[in-house]
C-alpha cells in the first residue's frame, strides 16, 4: 500500500462523522451474520494483530519461517550434489559445449584455462531416502530423511549484492520489501512484545573477509516501516538503544513516551500520516522489548540436554548454534519470520580449508535445530530454508591442486533444501548436469521457492500484492511462477 493510500484509510474524527452512516450499515449487516461467526472473527482478532483480513487465503500447513541463509554461496559439488565422474577429469578443461558461452565474472575471465576441480571431500549415501551428503556434514546427515532437497535452483545475478537482494525481495535492486515483512504485512503478528521478523547475523571461521549485509535486505522497501526486520546484536545490548540511559527511570521512561504519544496523535489527526502510526507503534514495541528481550537471550535456564543438541558453542553469544537456539525460542514466542545471516561463504581460493569451518560452524546446530523443533511438535508447523544467492563453478579460480583449489560464483545451479512446515521429508527436485554446472531436469526458480513458502503459511501470492510504481508489487516479482508441489 502506498502512503497516500495509507494516508486515506487513516481513521480521523471528520472521517469518523463523515462515514457513520457506512459505519451504522456494516453494525446492521455484521449482526445477521450470526453469532458464531461473530466468535470466530473475535477469536481470531484476539489471536492475531494486524495483518490482512483475508488471511489466511486457505489452511496453512506452517505457522512461521526460518531461513538459514549462507551468505557467499555455498559450493554446491563439495556439500550435496555428488559428480563422481569428475574424479577422473582432474585438470582437464570445462568443455566448451557445457559452458555454451555462458557468462563468468570478472574474477575468472581473465584465465587462459578453466581446469576442472573435483570434490576432494567423500560423499556417502544417508537415511531412508539415501540422500549423498559429504563428510563435511556429519552431523546434518541424521536429519536427511526431514530435508527435501532442490538440486537445481538457478538465480539471475552473478555477484552478491545483487543476487542476495533478488533472493531477499524478488528484486535485483534496492528499495523492495523482504520477504520477511511481506510475511508481517500479510499474517500480521502473534506478540505484542517481540518484532514479528527477527534477523542475526552470527560469527563465521571461514574466509575472513565477508561480503557486506545492508539493512535494506530485510527491510520494509514501500510497505509500512514497522514490517522491517529488527537485527539481535551479539555484542552489547542485542537491540541498539533497549536500555535506559544513565539517569533514566523506566517509570520516567513510560512516563515520556505517554507526552510523547499524545503529541503524535495530535499530529496523527491532523495529517494522517502512516509514518506517525508506525512511529507510535514502533516506540511502544521498543518499551516493551526492554523487558521481553533480556528475557529471550537468558538461555541459563535451558537444560544442559537441549543445549548439547546445538554443540558447544550454543552459549557463546553471536555463534550460529546460538542463533539457532535463539530461533527457536523465538518461534516459541511467537515471531513468525526469523533469518540467520551466515557469511564467508565465498571461496575464491583455499576453498578446502575455508569450507570445513563454514560447515564446521552450521553442521551440528542445524541438527539440533530441526531435532529439537521435532521434540516440541514444532517442526510440523515450521518451515525451513537453507542456501546462499548462488553456487559455484566446478572450474577451479586460481591455482589447482587435489589438496587445494578455488572456486567462482555460478548462478545457472546450486543446492538449497527445505524442511518442516508440510514439507515432505526425503524428497528431491531436479538434476544438474555431470558438472553441476547447467540444470538439466525440473528447474527451481526463487521464486518458485517463495511462492512454496507462502503457500505453507496459507497465502495465495496472487492474491497479497499492493499497487506501487504501476505493477501490482508481490514478493516473486513480476516472472512466472510455480508451486513445488512435489515437495507438499
Not at 535485483?172 to 500480521?188: F, I, Q, R, V
Not at 522497501?221 to 536500555?243: E, T
Not at 583449489?405 to 545457472?412: N, T, V
Request: aromatic residues 8%; glycine residues 10%; proline residues 6%.
Amino acid at each position: 500500500m502506498n502512503p497516500m493510500t495509507e494516508t486515506c484509510l487513516q481513521m480521523t474524527r471528520r472521517r469518523l462523522f463523515g462515514t457513520g452512516i457506512h459505519a451504522a450499515g456494516t453494525a446492521a449487516l455484521a449482526s445477521l451474520l450470526g453469532a458464531a461467526n461473530s466468535k470466530c472473527a473475535i477469536a481470531e482478532e484476539r489471536k492475531r494483530r494486524g495483518g490482512l483480513p483475508d488471511l489466511p487465503h486457505h489452511p496453512p500447513t506452517a505457522k512461521r519461517f526460518i531461513y538459514l541463509f549462507m551468505n557467499g554461496g555455498p559450493a554446491q559439488m563439495d556439500m550435496y550434489d555428488y559428480k563422481p565422474l569428475m574424479n577422473d577429469l582432474f585438470d582437464k578443461d570445462l568443455p566448451d559445449t557445457i559452458r555454451k558461452g555462458q557468462r563468468i565474472t570478472t574474477m575468472t575471465s581473465g584465465q587462459a584455462r578453466f581446469p576442472i576441480a573435483p570434490s576432494m571431500f567423500k560423499f556417502q549415501q544417508h537415511g531412508q531416502c539415501g540422500r549423498w551428503v559429504s563428510e563435511l556434514l556429519p552431523e546434518t546427515t541424521h536429519v536427511v530423511d526431514d530435508m527435501s532437497f532442490l538440486y537445481s535452483v538457478h538465480t539471475n545475478a552473478i555477484n552478491h549484492d545483487p543476487a542476495v537482494t533478488y533472493i531477499q525481495t524478488g528484486r535485483e535492486l534496492p528499495g523492495w520489501p523482504s520477504m520477511g515483512s511481506w510475511l508481517a504485512y500479510g499474517l500480521g503478528a502473534e506478540t505484542e512484545n517481540l518484532p514479528n521478523y527477527v534477523v542475526m547475523t552470527p560469527s563465521w571461521t571461514g574466509r575472513k573477509s565477508a561480503q557486506a549485509l545492508y539493512s535494506r535486505l530485510w527491510g520494509s522497501g514501500f510497505l509500512p516501516p514497522d514490517l522491517q526486520g529488527v537485527a539481535l546484536r551479539a555484542k552489547g545490548d542485542p537491540v541498539l538503544y533497549i536500555n535506559n540511559p544513565p539517569g533514566l527511570s523506566s517509570a520516567g521512561r513510560r512516563s515520556m513516551l505517554d507526552g510523547l504519544a499524545k503529541l503524535n496523535a495530535m499530529q496523527l489527526e491532523k495529517f494522517g500520516d502512516p509514518e506517525t502510526a508506525a512511529r507510535m507503534s514502533q516506540y511502544e514495541m521498543a518499551f516493551r522489548m526492554q523487558s521481553s528481550v533480556p528475557e529471550l537471550t537468558d538461555l541459563s535456564q535451558e537444560p544442559k540436554h537441549v543445549l548439547d543438541l546445538y554443540g558447544p558453542e550454543a552459549t557463546t553469544p553471536g555463534t550460529f548454534a546460538a542463533s539457532c537456539l535463539l530461533a527457536r525460542r523465538l518461534c516459541e514466542r511467537g515471531v513468525q519470520c526469523i533469518q540467520l545471516f551466515h557469511r564467508g561463504w565465498d571461496q575464491h581460493a583455499n576453498l578446502p580449508n575455508d569450507l570445513r569451518n563454514q560447515c564446521r560452524d552450521v553442521d551440528r546446530a542445524t541438527r539440533g535445530l530441526i531435532e529439537d523443533l521435532k521434540q516440541r511438535d514444532m517442526l510440523k508447523d515450521t518451515v525451513i530454508l537453507w542456501g546462499g544467492e548462488f553456487g559455484r563453478t566446478v572450474y577451479c579460480q586460481g591455482d589447482l591442486s587435489r589438496e587445494n583449489y578455488g572456486r567462482d560464483h555460478h548462478p545457472l545451479c546450486f543446492t538449497m533444501w527445505m524442511a518442516g512446515g508440510g514439507i515432505q521429508g526425503g524428497r528431491s527436485i531436479g538434476m544438474t548436469d555431470d558438472f553441476s554446472y547447467n540444470v538439466v531436469q525440473d528447474p527451481v526458480g526463487i521464486a518458485d521457492i517463495n511462492n512454496t513458502i507462502l503457500h505453507c503459511l496459507g497465502i495465495d501470492n496472487k492474491r497479497m500484492s499492493m499497487k506501487f510504481q504501476g505493477l501490482d508489487a508481490r514478493v516473486t516479482g513480476v516472472e512466472e511462477y510455480r508451486l513445488l508441489n512435489e515437495l507438499l
